[in-house]
């Protein structure tokens, strides 16, 4: 038996894009190809079911709020395997963040590819199953931990990118760069060996072995790890490269004082301040910035059309301190999210947090807002459409014709959501939920939960 081309979703309400605007749609109904995933209609359901053409095949989700699938910005995806671990204050145990990452480079320098590929799987999986269906992977661990390059030197990123076509997550992976421990360093630690690929030349060349792998599944970008960790003249080297390919660049930014002290001493600027003389800024959407918490009125003004990626629930767990979220949006940064330590994955709470975090800094309610006084679709918009502008992948993220069917279904009648009013279901899931009530999940039109 021949099977149909195009199978339609149909559901109790879904958040998608009519006439390029977001909206939330009763009884949608939307069509896409079987074999490449691709969305090719969306209207509203015609209740008599005269809208459906002969031999397509039909899926009701039934009381369900079909979403975009989200997109994980920014994540380690090793960092999982010391989760629960660094939660008792001993004599050699994390205090700050400075000592967490004594112990989580510990694990990191414990890896072989069979381990890297082991808890990346089991990282990503878990990300699938909560509703995420493209992840930017911060990828850090290059080489033996001695440093010396495996036979191919990228052993290790085709360990992360077997992992995510293993689940059937889609990747981003953000290849960084790591050239010393500090602004007086000439090196890197003997723990961040293993990070380094000894110069621009070496780390370039593994870049663009891996840009021939890119398919609709698979893309790269650039990652310069930080201001303190890539020197100035390297940043530019590795700025211009992105550009001249069309890859997203994204770096830590700012996320410990201490960071910027360091900056400061060296440079005379901020962290962000010399991300720009370097040329990483140049051309709309080109950078992002990960966490971006200590930031000066100057920076703000930086970051115009480019992105910040916010991860909530890893700076609170390190004492990083608030992202100004609020003061991003108003200065016209995308706003996306990362799970980045993965000691929690839940992009719902993540973008809970955001927006509860600011209500905590400032004392005051509902400050991520769009310009119709709502504060859920926008956080919507940094679990989905800005973490997709992050990556570089801007057709993601979105239910619109043309773009992928990568959906999740959140389930109603879930306990965390039943007796909430439909029209309230969007806003109790993102400001008074978790990632719990999500029942199915959609990757380019293949169901993966
Ligand atoms: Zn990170």
């Given at each position: 038996?021949?099977?149909?081309?195009?199978?339609?979703?149909?559901?109790?309400?879904?958040?998608?894009?009519?006439?390029?605007?977001p909206?939330?749609?009763?009884?949608?109904?939307?069509?896409?190809?079987?074999?490449?995933?691709?969305?090719?209609a969306?209207?509203r359901?015609?209740?008599?079911?005269?809208?459906?053409?002969?031999?397509?095949?039909l899926?009701?989700?039934?009381?369900?709020?079909?979403?975009?699938?989200?997109?994980?910005?920014?994540?380690?995806?090793?960092?999982?395997?010391?989760?629960?671990?660094t939660?008792t204050?001993?004599?050699?145990?994390?205090?700050?963040?400075?000592?967490?990452?004594?112990?989580m480079?510990?694990v990191?320098?414990?890896?072989?590819?069979?381990?890297?590929?082991e808890?990346?799987?089991?990282?990503?999986?878990?990300?699938?199953?909560r509703?995420?269906?493209?992840?930017?992977?911060?990828?850090?661990?290059?080489?033996?931990?001695?440093?010396?390059?495996?036979?191919?030197?990228?052993?290790?990123?085709?360990?992360?990118?077997?992992?995510a076509?293993?689940?059937?997550?889609?990747?981003?992976l953000?290849?960084?760069?790591?050239?010393?421990?500090?602004?007086?360093?000439?090196?890197?630690?003997?723990?961040?060996?293993?990070?380094?690929?000894?110069?621009?030349?070496?780390?370039?060349?593994?870049?663009?072995?891996?840009?021939?792998?890119?398919?609709?599944?698979?893309?790269?970008?650039?990652?310069?790890h930080?201001?303190?960790?890539?020197?100035?003249?390297?940043?530019?080297?590795?700025?211009?490269?992105?550009?001249?390919?069309?890859?997203?660049?994204?770096?830590?930014?700012?996320?410990?004082?201490?960071?910027?002290?360091?900056?400061?001493?060296?440079?005379?600027?901020?962290?962000?301040?010399?991300?720009?003389?370097?040329?990483?800024l140049?051309?709309?959407?080109?950078?992002?910035?990960?966490?971006?918490?200590?930031?000066?009125?100057?920076?703000?003004?930086l970051?115009?059309?480019?992105?910040?990626?916010?991860?909530?629930?890893?700076?609170?767990?390190?004492?990083d301190?608030?992202?100004?979220?609020?003061?991003?949006?108003?200065?016209?940064?995308?706003?996306?999210?990362?799970?980045?330590?993965?000691?929690?994955?839940?992009?719902?709470?993540?973008?809970?947090?955001?927006?509860?975090?600011?209500?905590?800094?400032?004392q005051?309610?509902?400050?991520?807002?769009?310009?119709?006084?709502?504060?859920?679709p926008?956080?919507?918009?940094?679990?989905?459409?800005?973490?997709?502008?992050a990556?570089?992948?801007?057709?993601?993220?979105?239910?619109?014709?043309?773009?992928?069917?990568d959906?999740?279904?959140?389930?109603l009648?879930?306990?965390?959501?039943?007796g909430?009013?439909?029209?309230?279901?969007?806003?109790?899931?993102?400001?008074?939920?978790?990632?719990?009530?999500?029942?199915?999940?959609?990757?380019?039109?293949?169901?993966?939960?």
């Open positions: 038996m021949i099977q149909p081309a195009t199978l339609a979703v149909t559901a109790k309400l879904a958040w998608v894009e009519l006439d390029g605007v909206q939330l749609v009763e009884h949608p109904r939307i069509r896409f190809d079987r074999v490449s995933g691709q969305v090719l969306i209207s359901q015609d209740p008599a079911g005269a809208d459906q053409p002969a031999g397509e095949l899926h009701d989700l039934g009381h369900a709020l079909v979403l975009p699938g989200m997109i994980n910005a920014h994540s380690h995806a090793f960092q999982r395997a010391i989760r629960g671990a939660h204050l001993g004599p050699h145990s994390p205090s700050s963040f400075w000592t967490w990452r004594t112990a480079y510990e990191a320098n414990t890896l072989d590819p069979a381990g890297v590929y808890h990346t799987r089991a990282c990503f999986a878990e990300m699938l199953g509703g995420i269906t493209c992840v930017g992977e911060f990828h850090y661990l290059h080489h033996a931990p001695d440093g010396a390059p495996y036979a191919d030197p990228n052993e290790l990123s085709h360990q992360v990118i077997r992992a076509a293993d689940v059937g997550l889609r990747l981003c953000l290849e960084v760069y790591y050239s010393r421990s500090g602004p007086q360093a000439a090196g890197p630690l003997p723990e961040q060996r293993r990070f380094c690929d000894g110069s621009t030349d070496a780390y370039l060349a593994r870049v663009d072995a891996l840009r021939t792998l890119a398919s609709p599944m698979l893309s790269i970008g650039v990652a310069p930080s201001v303190r960790a890539v020197r100035a003249d390297e940043l530019a080297r590795l700025a211009a490269h992105a550009h001249a390919h069309g890859l997203p660049i994204h770096a830590h930014v700012s996320e410990q004082l201490l960071e910027n002290q360091q900056c400061q001493a060296e440079h005379g600027r901020t962290p962000l301040q010399v991300f720009a003389d370097a040329g990483c140049a051309g709309p959407h080109a950078f992002t910035a990960v966490h971006a918490i200590h930031v000066s009125s100057d920076d703000l003004e970051l115009r059309d480019q992105q910040v990626c916010a991860c909530p629930t890893t700076e609170a767990d390190l004492g301190g608030i992202i100004p979220a609020t003061s991003w949006h108003e200065h016209r940064a995308t706003l996306s999210l990362g799970s980045d330590s993965n000691a929690v994955i839940d992009l719902i709470q993540e973008a809970r947090l955001l927006e509860m975090h600011e209500r905590l800094r400032l005051a309610r509902l400050c991520l807002r769009d310009d119709q006084g709502r504060v859920a926008l956080l919507l918009a940094a679990a989905s459409t800005g973490g997709a502008r990556l570089g992948r801007p057709e993601l993220g979105r239910l619109a014709v043309g773009s992928p069917f959906a999740v279904a959140i389930d009648d879930h306990p965390t959501l039943r909430v009013d439909d029209h309230l279901a969007l806003d109790a899931l993102l400001l008074a939920g978790t990632a719990e009530p999500i029942s199915q999940v959609w990757v380019a039109g293949r169901r993966r939960r």
